[in-house]
């Protein structure tokens, strides 16, 4: 099975990603940002960083990239994407997603140990968990903030597309403590904090984070 | 020398070349503004045999500045190399002199560290200060051929509560934080001190750690006649020329309103996500071995890549300089070689390798250009310190010697005298000091201490730093050093700490800086690692003061002399003179940091209790009635006097050997070195990032004030697994170290109850050890 993660210019954690792929048991199929070409892979990891250094608002440059045409047609037929922390504020501009991610409330960039409260556990990403489960990962975001209008956010919770939510501090002030969202098929996860940091106690505050991509192999696999 | 046409398109007008300088001798020159001595101008003269050109003047003056030259630093830094001895030498595959240090760590790998100083530019303007001195510490790690693979920041500021500082300290650190996160690099460490001293003065250093295979190590070398000279990265722009401006303005008409062209700010703008393409073009450079050798622009520009790169190498390049990529209009040659314009890098290619260099920067997206050749010189040339010529649309702006420029500055062996104030100071110690008395005074002082500026939490800071990216990082921030793994098959590491106390500097530099030595080391062994090489940012006042050049004179033998003892070389290094505010001189700062190495990072010990079910609490070494100097004695009575704490360097490399014999053979759960605040803050900090509360119970007749708070040196506190107790005590025994059993963990407890002094909730703790800095900065 054949992951793909794309690189764009000032992605930072594609390196993280391509590592909890093969940690997982996959193997990870590095994709450029230049190329409108999935290499025939079976999903696609869109990392964080600060693609295009993000000076304008973030993920807006990236979405225009001619990988991400390639990317919006597979998702759209059924593809499992997934966006971490910048690919989720890429996955919002190119309307993979809804809403948007802003400034932090604090107005700082945050680096914290995170727990999250597994809500979904139907989408290609999320089998592994169980429901209500807590699970410790990093965040790591300046424009971390979920925001959508109220309406979205209704659909959002009555669809059963929070994935996740933050529990205790709410340090980036999103709405309805959101850490990630599903898209209507729950093929597609955007969500802010990082879960390839936290695939072994070893370099991350837990392994938690693993069963995104082993929640992957499942879904590939069974499909 | 240009001028603004009607349309206000500035047009090139005749520049200063070489022929002119050479028909012109009497033109007067402004090299006072530009900082250069009657002197040093008349020495330029004889090396050029004639007056020097603008550009050349810029060249000059900027890199036999202080900063660039070392002019005052030379004659004491050779100390280092006189006492570096062969043995120390052979784990180094590059010393003082190149870029940075390199180190072998084994398993085939480099490992290259140093840490630089971006004082000034961070008062003036700190979010840019301190962003463009941590991306010039990366290029610096860069052009050694390295990956920079981690960043700590040792940072000191005013008073904590100073208006001020409440300028400074957050721009510093979201500057730090916005650079290095957007570079991927992870932030593993560092310092934050308060100190009245560096009010309008702060302190702001950056260390960089790089990562190669052996056979990759890089030096910047010009060799190979006809060899291609490649500028890249970003293009050249008016910022942070500094006092070069001076020519500008001189030689620029048309501007007497001050609308003719805009004046930038002498601070340069970081771009981070342009160095983060730079890194990626570069290590793509280096790994299709496409360059011959390659330096980074940083202080004083085009002038130092391109002189030092010609010295480096046979002596002979030539430059056409109107080739250079701009960003502003009507530069000046001198303009174009003082500009510190960040995110450039000067390589030096082979001809048939030209095209393939250039294709791996247009993927990335990174403009290149060729600038120059490496060119023969004659052996009289090559006698005279080679042959740099640079021109401007086909005429000679620059015909100079590079070794001149780059090596052969002043020197200067300034007036050094012990200060007159300095036994006044050591007289005053802390004997006469009122000390807590009584468990309730006792208590106070603890909750006191811990919410004290200086050992309260760092969070505030840390949690603007990105300590996860590249998923390496095993220790970070608030552990005794940062530790980051290199090989992911082998779990080969690195560690690193920083560390230097200013007040014990001032009491005896000599002492100060072999304690800096020593608590980084002791900081490195405490996860677990050997240390094995130093490197230094030697923080001091203005030479030209023989007070404070006494300070340096000591620092630097005490901090050679101790690493000769401790057999571990100094790689690298820098100095940052002139920090003072009007005549007061900031605390002589040696800040030195040391890089560890351990064969495999899962065995690294942590330093929060509770990772075992039952564990004992020891206290390696000796406590001593040591408080002169101490956080106390500044704390609870705003002292600075005495004489500080003993340093026995040999009772720190056995304590570091102990600690990594129990670590290796799993004898250890966890340390934490002991320093500033004495054991009761080590206590504290180890049970709240475990945790897990304990009960500390101080041996019979210990006087509780003095075991809690004293500052001794070569100390650390251990808890051992209940199961391994005998084992490591008898360990501590048969090598001579002492050990005394100071308390037990306790996984049950949320409580650190210090017996027959007062329990504290860990609640408790945590609410007084976190609120200081976010109280003080939101």
Known sequence: MRVGVITFPGTLDDVDAARAVTTAGAEAVPLWHGDADLRGVDAVIVPGGFSYGDYLRCGAIARFAPVMGEVVTAARGGMPVLGICNGFQILCEAGLLPGALVRNSGLHFVC???????????????????????????????????????????????????????????????????????????????????????????????????????????????? | MTSTDLTGQQTAAPVDTVDHAAATPGLPQPYRELGLKDDEYQRIRAILGRRPTDAELAMYSVMWSEHCSYKSSKVHLRYFGETTTEEMRAGMLAGIGENAGVVDIGDGWAVTFKVESHNHPSYVEPYQGAATGVGGIVRDIL????????????????????????????????????????????????????????AGNPLVNALCIGSMRVEDLHLAHASGVGNKVILFGARTGLDGIGGVSVLASDSFSGDETGSGRKKLPSVQVGDPFTEKVLIECCLELFRDRLVVGIQDLGGAGLSCATSELASAGDGGMRVELDRVPLRASGMTPAEILSSESQERMCAVVRPEDVDAFLRVCAKWDVTATVIGEVTEVSEEEAARGGRLKITWHGETVVDCPPRTVAHEGPVYQRPVERPADQDELIADTTEALARPSGPEELRETVLRMISSPNLASRAWVTDQYDRYVRGNTVLAQPADSGMIRIDETTGRGVAVATDCNGRYCRLDPYTGAQLALAEAYRNVAAGGATPAAVTNCLNFGSPEDPGVMWQFEQAVRGLADGCRELGIPVTGGNVSFYNQTGSTAILPTPVVGVLGVIDDVRRRVPTGFGTEPGETLLLLGETRDEFDGSEWARVAHGHLGGVPPRVDLGRERLLAEVVIAGSRDGMLSAAHDLSEGGLAQAVVESALAGQTGCRVVLPEGADPFVWLFSESAGRMLVAVPRSEELRFTDMCRARGL????????????????IQGVATFGLDELRTAWEGTLPALFG
């Open chain 1, 112 to 223: 914290r140990d995170q727990w999250l409260r597994v809500e979904n556990t139907t989408s290609a990403w999320t089998t592994r968990y169980d429901r209500g489960a807590e699970i410790l990962v990093p965040l790591k975001s300046g424009e971390g903030r979920y925001v959508a209008d109220e309406a979205t956010l209704d659909r959002l919770e009555g669809e059963g597309r929070v994935a996740f939510r933050y529990v205790g501090e709410n340090r980036n002030g999103a709405l309805r403590d959101i850490a990630g969202i599903t898209d209507e098929r729950g093929r597609v996860l955007g969500l802010m904090p990082h879960p390839e940091h936290a695939i072994d106690a070893l370099t991350g505050p837990s392994d938690d984070g693993l069963g995104m991509f082993l929640s992957l192999l499942d879904t590939v696999v069974t499909a």
């Open chain 2, 143 to 198: 052009a050694m051929g390295a990956r920079p693979v981690a960043v700590a920041d040792p940072l000191r500021f005013g008073p904590a509560d100073a208006p001020d500082t409440r300028r400074v300290l957050p721009g510093v650190v979201a500057g730090v934080g916005g650079y290095g996160n957007c570079l991927g690099l992870p932030n593993i460490g560092g310092e934050v001190v308060f100190d009245e001293t560096y």
């Open chain 2, 738 to 753: 002492p050990a005394t059993k100071v308390g037990v963990v306790d996984p049950e407890s949320n409580a650190v109850e």
